[in-house]
T-cell receptor, first 109, second 113 residues
Framework: AQRVTQPEKLLSVFKGAPVELKCNYS??????LFWYVQYSRQRLQLLLR??SRESIKGFTADLNKGETSFHLKKPFAQEEDSAMYYC???????????FGAGTRLFVKA | DAGVTQSPTHLIKTRGQQVTLRCSPI?????VSWYQQVLGQGPQFIFQ???????GRGNFPDRFSARQFPNYSSELNVNALLLGDSALYLC????????????FGPGTRLTVT
């Protein structure tokens, strides 16, 4: 079964500290993975895509097929990073996005 | 462009009733997807429509149905409402049939009493 697991519901870090949001997936084949973010009172939006291999707002995510993980990382957290983060997987066929339960990141001053 | 729009913003229904939710995609986008988000969970895929054809359906009962119109707007219908249907219903649009990048609407909050 295709599945996304985010083991942490809440992650709290201090400003300037490194942050890592964990994501594990279950998928047969080469997965297409994404991170979505929802800031307070804003819409859910795409943060980054595995296929783009880009850094957005200082965040990066590396696909580790051996560990079936796609953790989101940022070396120095900022208060404006406080948000809900969802890891997601695009299914075979490309018509269905499977979301994890989400991790709420709280960056303390 | 206002982005993806959804209506209504909120609504309250009684068990057994029927509800219709509406979504207008970003101009030029031909694909609309519907998700249900229950409190504390991530969005769960319900349907995807592309060029007025259903491309995919999630694990939802037949009480859930949808359609896409020639202008690419979409409606989600839920019949015989249950308390468990209370959720935020999200619509997302994308330019292509493969959802490399999708843009979400603000959602419709449905409460079933």
């Amino acid at each position: 079964a295709q599945r996304v697991t985010q083991p942490e519901k809440l992650l709290s870090v201090f400003k300037g500290a490194p942050v890592e949001l964990k994501c594990n997936y279950s998928y047969s084949g080469s997965p297409e993975l994404f991170w979505y973010v929802q800031y307070s009172r804003q819409r859910l939006q795409l943060l980054l895509r595995h296929i783009s291999r880009e850094s957005i707002k200082g965040f990066t995510a590396d696909l580790n097929k051996g560990e079936t993980s796609f953790h989101l990382k940022k070396p120095f957290a900022q208060e404006e990073d406080s948000a809900m983060y969802y890891c997601a997987l695009l299914n075979t066929g490309g018509f269905k996005t499977i979301f994890g339960a989400g991790t709420r990141l709280f960056v303390k001053a | 462009d206002a982005g993806v729009t959804q209506s209504p913003t909120h609504l309250i229904k009684t068990r057994g009733q029927q509800v219709t939710l509406r979504c207008s995609p970003i101009s030029g986008h031909k694909s609309v997807s519907w998700y249900q988000q229950v409190l504390g969970q991530g969005p769960q895929f319900i349907f995807q429509y592309y060029e007025k054809e259903e491309r995919g359906r999630g694990n939802f009962p037949d009480r859930f149905s949808a359609r896409q119109f020639p202008n690419y707007s979409s409606e989600l219908n839920v019949n015989a409402l249950l308390l468990g249907d209370s959720a935020l219903y999200l619509c997302a649009s994308s330019a292509d049939s493969t959802i490399w990048e999708q843009y979400f609407g603000p959602g419709t909050r449905l409460t079933v009493t």
